[in-house]
């Protein structure tokens, strides 16, 4: 155990359809970081936040949107579903949110879009 | 902006036999560079991290990289699998300069992955 939530594990649902994913952080961890893996991109970063301020954005689409809460966990909303947006949702924390950085993983929440 | 290269996508070895599993970065400013393994219908699990200092590093399971700056290489080997170590190796690199100025600001880029498998 990584100390990294995701929930939920397994989700299924159709075109068109809104998803929210959930992560909570490692304890003490102020950063989360959300990063979508498929077989044809491999590993994308999409979202960074840090004590709940956005940090940096990397591939996300405009479908796609990301919070922070006071609490620390962090919600990914997914919207207007397409069979592309199929993949693995991983969520990583980390205590800073840049330098020398070391990311925690969690175990990934599985999007099938039919 | 940085980018990572991982020139093998499947490497296939015998048991105890010794590994490695290539890995070239391209950055214009100073990086922190790691890998992570990943076994199947798993997460992510740090293997081990140059951050600063030595440039050889061991992490877990008996896996070892040596940051390389000339060759921007952090290769990672290991002298003698095991069935085991079976999975998908990621390299991945970050720094803390701002986006603006080329950096990944903390954030990882990943490379596409190499998938090692042993063979008994």
């Known amino acids: 155990d990584s100390g990294v939530t995701q929930t939920p594990k397994h989700l299924i649902t159709a075109t068109g359809q809104r998803v929210t994913l959930r992560c909570s952080p490692r304890s003490g961890d102020l950063s989360v970081y959300w990063y979508q893996q498929s077989l044809d991109q491999g590993l994308q970063f999409l979202i960074h936040y840090y004590n709940g301020e956005e940090r940096a954005k990397g591939n996300i689409l405009e479908r796609f949107s990301a919070q922070q809460f006071p609490d620390l966990h962090s919600e990914l909303n997914l919207s207007s579903l397409e069979l592309g947006d199929s993949a693995l949702y991983f969520c990583?924390?980390?205590?800073?949110?840049?330098?020398?950085?070391?990311?925690?993983f969690g175990a990934g929440s599985r999007l099938t879009v039919l | 902006a940085q980018s990572v290269t991982q020139l093998d996508s499947q490497v296939p070895v015998f048991e105890e036999a010794p590994v490695e599993l290539r890995c070239n970065y391209s950055s214009s400013v100073s990086v922190y560079l790691f890998w992570y393994v990943q076994y199947p219908n798993q997460g992510l699990q740090l293997l081990l991290k140059?951050?600063?200092?030595?440039?050889l590093v061991k992490g877990i399971n008996g896996f070892e990289a040596e940051f390389n700056k000339s060759q921007t290489s952090f290769h990672l080997r290991k002298p003698s699998v095991h069935i085991s170590d079976t999975a998908e190796y990621f390299c991945?690199?970050?720094?803390?300069?701002?986006?603006?100025?080329?950096?990944?600001?903390?954030?990882?880029?990943f490379g596409k992955g190499t998938k090692l498998s042993v063979k008994p």
């Open positions: 991945a690199v970050s720094d803390s300069a701002t986006p603006r100025s080329g950096g990944s600001q903390g954030n990882l880029i």
């Open positions: 140059y951050l600063s200092g030595s440039t």
């Open positions: 990583a924390s980390s205590l800073q949110g840049s330098g020398a950085n070391v990311l925690t």
